[in-house]
């Protein structure tokens, strides 16, 4: 079974630029995440999809940041203008949907160096 | 906010040594614990989970404890390898699943 996978790997951008991030989760796992980790701090909740849906969009930072989840199979995740503060690793999560179901696959990241 | 976080930002065990990591919680309301192994260049990964009706939970040659007393997490590893070198993350989750994540133990493993 493929794994979450994050698209790119890496991103080197210009304050006030926008970028995109992609995330493809796990076929089949309803439940998506965005995390965040900011310079070597813990990692950060920014939102979960089930489905289409945003259940919980609480970590968003604030309304520079615009995920999406059309259709219910992959994430975008805008930044819209990039600022100095939002470098750092952004992970994607997946995990099923039901009962006991909490095991969230993680992908390997974006790292986004914004200058 | 509540968050969780650990003990020690860096640990160095000796191959072959049994190694601990400790993570503190403040959440009374989690009800869900996991450690993650992150390698570099990768995403974390899962290792081991815990709800809170159990104090001991073991895996291969690694065990969790959780002591909901005094709200504290502990990873065990045995016969610490080299392969084991990482950063370890304890995350704590609610019936929601957002997972809150402590800073991370960068754990080395001599040889």
């Known amino acids: 079974e493929a794994g979450v996978t994050q698209f790119p790997s890496h991103s080197v951008i210009e304050k006030g630029q926008t970028v995109t991030l992609r995330c493809d989760p796990i076929?089949?796992?309803?439940?998506l995440y965005w995390y965040r980790r900011v310079m070597g701090k813990e990692i950060k909740f920014l939102l979960h999809?089930?489905?289409?849906?945003?259940?919980?969009e609480s970590g968003m930072p604030n309304n520079r940041f615009l995920a999406e989840r059309t259709g219910g199979t992959y994430s975008t995740l805008k930044v819209q203008p990039a600022e100095l503060e939002d470098s750092g690793v952004y992970f994607c999560?997946?995990?099923?949907?039901?009962?006991?179901?909490?095991?969230?696959?993680f992908g390997p990241g974006t790292r986004l160096t914004v200058l | 906010g509540e968050s969780v976080g650990l003990h020690l930002p860096t640990l160095s065990v000796q191959e072959g040594d049994n190694s601990i990591i400790n993570c503190a919680y403040s959440?009374?309301?989690?009800?869900?614990f996991i450690w993650y192994k992150q390698e570099s260049g990768k995403g974390p990964q899962f290792i081991i989970d815990?709800?809170?009706?159990?104090d001991k939970r073991q895996g291969q040659r690694v065990t969790v404890l959780l002591n909901k007393t005094v709200k504290h997490l502990s990873l065990q590893i045995a016969a610490t390898q080299p392969g084991d070198s990482a950063v370890y993350f304890c995350?704590?989750?609610?019936?929601?699943?957002?997972?809150?994540f402590g800073a991370g133990t960068t754990v080395t493993v001599r040889a």
């Open positions: 999560a997946s995990s099923r949907q039901g009962v006991g179901s909490n095991e969230q696959f």
């Open positions: 076929s089949g796992h309803d439940n």
């Open positions: 999809f089930v489905k289409e849906s945003k259940q919980d």
């Open positions: 959440n009374s309301a989690s009800d869900y």
């Open positions: 815990i709800r809170s009706n159990m």
């Open positions: 995350a704590e989750g609610r019936n929601d699943y957002k997972l809150s």
